[in-house]
């Protein structure tokens, strides 16, 4: 199993739509969840911290199931501007803050 | 609002070469990292910089990989011998505490032919 693995896409809705995004990681360990955005050829920026009772930032709403061991975002209301590559990140936890990035999941807003 | 430099934005070098990436981290900031992405993979954690001394290292950083902070201001990833594998795009990175969120510069795009 990857160390986190996600649905690389690309999903491509409508604007307005809302669209969620998994991912799953393989170290029970693991103790801090993001998700970061990167768009085209650019730096990965942060999008938001996952905690364990979730967390919602305006459109935005990350969940945590450390029993399953997968981390979700959903996105409401999809503006053209969402339109990016979605990086699941965990950090290797026991000790280690080294953070293990998915392949990420595209996600296309289209008019 | 303050953020991560790095220089140059684009390099490109032939095969054996010796390359220096720079990087200028949020001045408060504590922590450094260099990753490296290589075009259409994830993220790759290189290494982590704390207090003058490496912190972590992946197998990615091998002896051919070195980092300094040689004065109180820039991060320096040096790849001594570079190979065709090592093209790809190089982030450094920041934070001010051990967790916190760190902040990425724009990354250097080291081409080696």
């Known amino acids: 199993r990857k160390e986190v693995e996600q649905d690389p896409g690309p999903f491509n809705v409508p604007e307005g739509a809302t669209v969620a995004f998994n991912c799953t990681y393989s170290?029970?360990?693991?103790?801090?969840f993001f998700w970061y955005r990167q768009d085209c050829r650019k730096e990965p920026k942060l999008l938001m911290s996952?905690?364990?009772s979730g967390n919602e930032d305006g459109r935005f709403t990350a969940q945590l199931n450390r029993a399953s061991q997968y981390i979700s975002l959903l996105i409401r209301d999809s503006k053209l501007s969402d339109s990016a590559t979605y990086l699941c990140?965990?950090?290797?936890?026991?000790?280690?803050?080294?953070?293990?990035f998915g392949r990420g999941t595209s996600l296309i807003v289209h008019p | 609002e303050p953020e991560v430099t790095q220089t140059p934005s684009h390099q490109v070098t032939q095969m054996g070469q010796e390359v220096i990436l720079r990087c200028v981290p949020i001045?408060?900031?504590?922590?450094f990292y260099w990753y490296r992405q290589i075009l259409g993979q994830k993220v790759e954690f290189l290494v982590s910089?704390?207090?003058?001394?490496?912190?972590?290292k992946s197998e990615i950083f091998d002896d051919q990989f070195s980092v300094e902070r040689p004065d109180g201001s820039n991060f320096t990833l040096k790849i001594r011998s570079t190979k065709l594998e090592d093209s790809a795009m190089y982030f450094c990175?920041?934070?001010?505490?051990?967790?916190?969120?760190?902040?990425f510069g724009p990354g250097t795009r080291l081409l080696v032919l």
């Open positions: 990175a920041s934070k001010r505490e051990i967790q916190e969120t760190q902040y």
């Open positions: 170290n029970s360990a693991s103790q801090s």
């Open positions: 996952v905690y364990s």
């Open positions: 990140v965990v950090n290797k936890g026991g000790g280690s803050y080294i953070p293990t």
């Open positions: 001045s408060n900031h504590l922590y």
């Open positions: 910089f704390y207090n003058n001394e490496i912190s972590e």
